[in-house]
Every structure is written in C-alpha cells, then in structure tokens.
T-cell receptor, first 116, second 111 residues
Framework: KAGVTQTPRYLIKTRGQQVTLSCSPI?????VSWYQQTPGQGLQFLFE???????NKGNFPGRFSGRQFSNSRSEMNVSTLELGDSALYLC???????????????FGEGSRLTVL | GQSLEQPSEVTAVEGAIVQINCTYQ??????LSWYQQHDGGAPTFLSY????GLEETGRFSSFLSRSDSYGYLLLQELQMKDSASYFC????????????FGTGTRLTIIP
C-alpha cells in the first residue's frame, strides 16, 4: 500500500511569511504526528493528531499549529516564519496496533523548509 | 530532561561488522527503537527492544540492557547501501509524544 505522502517536498519562504504543509498517512492509519528535524537537534516532536483531535503537543511556540481532517490527512502551519524554522518537517503515521506493540512510526520523506 | 547519546559519525568497511551504541537517560522506559534514514529519505523503522537481550532481523541485530540504560545496533556484512543515518529512540510511554529520538549516527561505508 502507498506510504506516507508529504507535500510540498521543498519550499523557500522569507521571514514573516506563513507556510502550510500537507501529509497523507498510510491508508487505515488514524494517528498522524509531526516532527521537526534539524542537524543539531535531531527529531523533535511537534504534535500528534488522532481522529481530528490534537492529542499531544511538543515544546514549540504557538506559531506552530496543525489540524487533521476526517480522512486522516493532516496539515501543519507555521506563521510568522523565523530563520530558525528552517528544517525538515516530517510527518509520521501509525496504526493502533503498531502503537500498542512497538510504537512503530511510518515516516514520509518530509518537507524541507528554508526561511530566508 | 531526556537525553540519548550516540556517536555522531562512524566509518566502516564494506563486508565488515559495525556497532552503533546508544545510551539514554530518560524519565520512563518502555523500549528502544532504531530507525534508518538515507539522505533525502524518510526514516524507516528497523527494530524494537522492550526486554534485555538481542533481537535479530536479517543482517541487523539490536541489543538492550535496561540496567545499563544502553543499547546498540549491530550491522553485519555491510553493504554500500547501508550508508545512512541511524537514530535510536526511547519509548517513554504510550503515545508519540513519549518517543524521544537521539541526534543520530551517520554511518559511512567505504570499499
């Protein structure tokens, strides 16, 4: 079956702008999580959505937000972009059974955001 | 806070064996996972250890010692395609907010 799909793959924005990233999870997966990946910090948890509800949120400012639709597709938004927001944003989906057994995440290839 | 330590870079020879270590200090522990990520690619799940001991999956094995807060990933019969970054991740509870990743080890395979 198809994997996790993220769009766009690359984008360049300037400080102060806002950006919306999209994620389509694996069919049947209802949990979608977002991570920020930077060279120095590794993967940092942003938030998790399940059945259109935000279940948890990491330590990121309110400029970072997201939502999930009834078909489990998710979007994340970053407003008032800062230079430090340049990163690879990864989306991951998981199944209930996978979460229970091993916590296995299925990642997309990410959206690489560059803020100038 | 939560901390996981891995070597930042490791170089190994094609056909050889390499071990990537991970030590952790976290509040809560349910298990240790390993992910592989090629440049420009998605992290992919490799293995998970909830109990002490060795788990083997083909050329890859993963080990855990909970008393030492330590684990490692062992790659055998190295191939050039194994050049990638490898992340350990501690599962501190149920829920993805409880998954803490290390900063990754970049493995380079040389002929």
């Amino acid at each position: 079956k198809a994997g996790v799909t993220q769009t766009p793959r690359y984008l360049i924005k300037t400080r102060g702008q806002q950006v919306t990233l999209s994620c389509s999870p694996i069919s049947g997966h209802r949990s979608v999580s977002w991570y920020q990946q930077t060279p120095g910090q590794g993967l940092q948890f942003l938030f998790e959505y399940f059945s259109e509800t935000q279940r948890n949120k990491g330590n990121f400012p309110g400029r970072f937000s997201g939502r999930q639709f009834s078909n489990s597709r998710s979007e994340m938004n970053v407003s008032t972009l800062e230079l430090g927001d340049s990163a690879l944003y990864l989306c991951a989906s998981s199944s209930r059974d996978g979460q229970r057994r091993t916590g296995e995440l299925f990642f997309g290839e990410g959206s690489r955001l560059t803020v100038l | 806070g939560q901390s996981l330590e891995q070597p930042s870079e490791v170089t190994a020879v094609e056909g050889a064996i390499v071990q990537i270590n991970c030590t952790y200090q976290t509040s809560g522990f349910y298990g240790l996972s390993w992910y592989q990520q090629h440049d420009g690619g998605a992290p992919t799940f490799l293995s998970y250890n909830a109990l002490d001991g060795l788990e083997e999956t083909g050329r890859f094995s993963s080990f855990l010692s909970r008393s030492d807060s330590y684990g490692y990933l062992l790659l055998q019969e190295l191939q050039m395609k194994d050049s990638a970054s490898y992340f350990c991740a501690v599962r501190r509870g149920f829920g993805n907010e409880k998954l803490t990743f290390g900063t990754g080890t970049r493995l380079t395979i040389i002929p």
